[in-house]
């Protein structure tokens, strides 16, 4: 699994973790290749919804930049076909995500 990120001002180190955040109910996570998740257990970014308080679910990145949590909130998804792509912002931060989903090694896993 890989990810893209895309900062204007100035590209950030994302921190390895080996969890996943305790706010977001996590559904994907990412890191520089797949082995790092399935042997490592090292996460990069993660994505998944969050609870609002309007009883709603909401769309979210969690990353971690010097030591913090940040949460990202999304701003604009779209996908065509197994090609997806996310924009994410929060905390002065940008994160986009360009992926495609692939069914293999008996799961779901995504490219980008």
């Known amino acids: 699994m890989l990810f893209t990120t895309a900062c204007r ?3 950030i180190a994302l921190e390895k973790v080996s969890h996943t955040s305790e706010y977001l109910y996590c559904d994907k996570v990412f890191a520089e290749k797949r082995k790092h ?8 970014v993660q994505t998944g919804t969050i609870d609002t308080l309007e009883d709603t679910l909401a769309r979210a990145a969690v990353i971690h930049v010097k030591g913090k949590e940040l949460m990202l909130n999304l701003v604009k998804a779209s996908h065509n076909g197994d090609d997806f792509e996310e924009h994410y912002v929060g905390g002065g931060y940008q994160l986009d995500l360009k992926y495609r989903h692939k069914d293999e090694y008996n799961s779901v896993n995504y490219y980008g």
Do not use: R, S, T, W
């Open 9 to 11: 001002q100035h590209d």
């Open 37 to 44: 998740i399935v042997e490592l257990n090292e996460i990069l």
